[in-house]
Nanobody
Framework: VQLQASGGGLVQPGGSLKLSCTAS???????MAWYRQAPGKQRELVAT???????NYADSVKGRFTISRDNAQNTVYLQMNSLKPEDTAVYYC?????????WGQGTLVTVSS
């Protein structure tokens, strides 16, 4: 499975962006997640959506970010609102299942005035 992330860009503080990650194969049964890596920092888990639709979020993005999935379209989304400069990072899509672990190429999000 190949993952293609898109939707990153430059946005002002307080703005919004929506990231998309489309898989070349089925995401059904897989746990889908978004990670991010800021310059000079370790990659961190941002949000997870399980196959049944339940979600988890990092404390730093709770109430601002929403992860969702469309199994029919093999796509996972990350709606990011009220963006802050500290959200600046490369965002990576991940698909995980037993003995499977796939990563996308990353999309850069820059929050700056």
């Amino acid at each position: 499975v190949q993952l293609q992330a898109s939707g990153g860009g430059l946005v002002q503080p307080g703005g919004s962006l929506k990231l998309s990650c489309t898989a070349s194969g089925s995401i059904y049964g897989k746990t889908m997640a978004w990670y991010r890596q800021a310059p000079g920092k370790q990659r961190e888990l941002v949000a997870t959506v399980f196959n049944a639709g339940s979600t988890n979020y990092a404390d730093s993005v709770k109430g601002r970010f929403t992860i969702s999935r469309d199994n029919a379209q093999n796509t996972v989304y990350l709606q990011m609102n009220s963006l802050k400069p500290e959200d600046t990072a490369v965002y990576y899509c991940n698909a995980y299942a037993y003995l499977e672990d796939y990563w996308g190429q990353g999309t850069l999000v820059t929050v700056s005035s």
